[in-house]
């Protein structure tokens, strides 16, 4: 068992709205510098910068979790995980077929850039991925868990894309087993007032800019021997679910 401070909810240079500047090896390297163990990459229905950042994460010794931002047909946003970049993939090629194909304006939203794992650009994407899908909000937990990944509703205390500002709550159906909040502080009285008892509180940056990234991050417990990378990303997401681990 090891404790392992994280950033569950980190953007890259794939997502329009981040900087170009948030390569796969800059958020590694930042993640290094800024004593982050374990962090997600979740672009904006894609995942498809996951295998670069894999690769980049190696090199700086943070474990990498693939995952996505997924917008639904009500425009939530949530995060989705995944334990193996196989799964994250073919997820991504499920939401694919659920996008709203509408050419992307770089000049106003800006680059959707692909990267191999030197940070070379081998893509973009033409598609704008900000917008929302077809998934409803009820849908993403069964989908999600035909992945073998784990979800949960992103910054329900911001105003901008939450269930929180779209729904006006948490609704106790779908189940969702957990939550996130972009500020710590925000945790207690989200639970108290979105009836979050029992529910685990993710707390994670939304990164759209190296700086975004924080010095001081939260922590998780994951059993993790015999070590590897693997079995700490299986038991992270057996721990979000709440399963036994």
């Not at 980049?56 to 949530?78: C, F, K, N, Q, W």
């Not at 108290?192 to 010095?215: C, Q, W």
Request: charged fraction near 25%; aromatic fraction near 8%.
């Amino acid at each position: 068992m090891s404790s392992y401070t994280y950033d569950l909810h980190v953007h890259s240079c794939l997502s329009p709205c981040a900087d170009n500047e948030n390569t796969p090896n800059n958020l590694a390297g930042m993640a290094y510098l800024n004593n982050i163990r374990l962090m997600a990459l979740t672009d904006h229905n894609s995942c498809r910068n996951c295998p670069a950042f894999f690769e980049a994460a190696r090199r700086y010794g943070i474990v990498p979790v693939p995952g996505m931002e997924l917008t639904t047909s009500e425009d939530i946003h949530v995060v989705c995980l995944f334990e193996t970049l196989e799964d994250a993939l073919a997820f991504n090629d499920e939401v694919d077929m659920h996008r709203m194909r509408i050419p992307n304006r770089k000049d106003i939203f800006g680059d959707q850039l692909i990267m191999n794992g030197q940070d070379e650009v081998i893509a973009e994407e033409e598609d704008f991925l900000t917008n929302a899908t077809d998934i409803s909000y009820d849908e993403v937990p069964e989908l999600v868990d035909r992945f073998n990944g784990v979800c949960y509703p992103a910054h329900i205390d911001r105003e901008a894309n939450s269930v929180t500002a779209i729904l006006g709550t948490v609704p106790a159906e779908p189940v969702y087993p957990a939550a996130e909040v972009h500020f710590a502080g925000n945790a207690a009285d989200c639970i108290r007032k979105y009836g979050l008892e029992g529910k685990r509180i993710i707390v994670s940056s939304d990164a759209h800019y190296l700086t975004d990234l924080r010095e001081e991050n939260q922590e998780i417990e994951i059993p993790d021997e015999p070590y590897s990378s693997a079995l700490v990303r299986k038991n992270l997401i057996r721990i979000i679910k709440g399963e036994a681990v």
